[in-house]
């Protein structure tokens, strides 16, 4: 069943659930799709002297957990940026291994993003298969980065998109989405403090914001 506030649309001939957590299930293969954590971002900031609230990533693997729960998930695919750094690695280092051992029930993959290859591969605690991009499940690529991958629709995430929506009375919003592109999507960024990036879709292109608790379609 379709959770609340999520959106079920097409791609590729295949059904996806965008849900306002900014990530994507892939109901078919069981598969919960999971953009940009950055995983001990908020540690690396306060480390170097910037006030951020503590707790981000116990906050951000819990409700990982209970989108597993709502959907049915058998796996988790991250794709790219798991951790932020390798000090951030090391901070996380046992929340995720705690958090593994409580969900050893569903498989954890990770498509190499650039952050992940600098701070080195996952610890065999943490029970994460790494891959490589682009990643084959057809007949989607999963990437980091949005590519054009012969053969497949790609999805990937890396720029964190966001689009800014205007109102009438020069309300301003600018919200996270999901953009459905011809040959690739990209997902907005899970984690926190990630920041977001401007894109402006072409009439040719879809986009879905996160809007509080539910996924809206602009144009």
Same mark, same amino acid.
């Given at each position: 069943?379709?959770?609340?506030?999520?959106?079920?649309?097409?791609?590729?001939?295949?059904?996806?659930?965008?849900?306002?957590?900014?990530?994507?299930?892939?109901?078919?293969? +069981?598969?919960?799709?999971? $953009?940009?954590?950055? =995983?001990?971002? !908020?540690?690396?900031?306060? /480390? *170097?002297?910037?006030?951020?609230?503590?707790?981000?990533?116990?906050?951000?693997?819990?409700?990982?957990?209970?989108?597993?729960?709502?959907?049915?998930?058998?796996?988790?695919?991250?794709?790219?940026?798991?951790?932020?750094?390798?000090?951030?690695?090391?901070?996380?280092?046992?929340?995720?291994?705690?958090?593994?051992?409580?969900?050893?029930?569903?498989?954890?993959?990770?498509?190499?993003?650039?952050?992940?290859r600098r701070s080195g591969s996952a610890?065999?605690?943490?029970?994460?298969?790494?891959?490589? +991009?682009?990643?084959?499940? $057809?007949?989607?690529? =999963?990437?980091? !980065?949005?590519?054009?991958? /012969? *053969?497949?629709?790609?999805?990937?995430?890396?720029?964190?998109?966001?689009?800014?929506?205007?109102?009438?009375?020069?309300?301003?919003?600018?919200?996270?989405?999901f953009w459905f592109r011809a040959t690739?999507?990209?997902?907005?960024a899970f984690g926190a403090f990630t920041?977001?990036?401007?894109?402006?879709?072409?009439?040719?292109?879809?986009?879905?914001?996160?809007?509080?608790?539910?996924?809206?379609?602009?144009?």
């Amino acid at each position: 069943m379709l959770p609340e506030g999520a959106l079920e649309i097409e791609a590729a001939g295949e059904a996806l659930w965008l849900l306002p957590q900014c990530v994507v299930f892939w109901p078919r293969m +069981e598969t919960l799709l999971v $953009a940009d954590a950055h =995983l001990g971002k !908020a540690a690396a900031f306060r /480390s *170097g002297g910037i006030p951020v609230p503590s707790g981000t990533t116990g906050e951000n693997l819990e409700a990982l957990t209970a989108l597993v729960r709502r959907c049915r998930a058998q796996r988790v695919a991250f794709l790219g940026d798991l951790v932020h750094s390798a000090a951030a690695k090391r901070a996380v280092a046992t929340a995720f291994t705690e958090w593994r051992e409580r969900n050893p029930d569903f498989d954890v993959l990770l498509v190499r993003g650039n952050h992940d290859r600098r701070s080195g591969s996952a610890p065999a605690e943490w029970r994460v298969t790494t891959v490589e +991009e682009p990643y084959a499940l $057809a007949p989607f690529a =999963l990437c980091h !980065a949005p590519l054009d991958v /012969s *053969g497949y629709y790609a999805l990937g995430g890396h720029t964190h998109p966001c689009v800014n929506l205007h109102g009438r009375g020069r309300e301003h919003l600018r919200l996270p989405c999901f953009w459905f592109r011809a040959t690739y999507a990209v997902l907005p960024a899970f984690g926190a403090f990630t920041g977001m990036a401007d894109v402006e879709p072409d009439e040719s292109d879809r986009a879905y914001v996160a809007a509080g608790n539910q996924v809206v379609q602009v144009t």
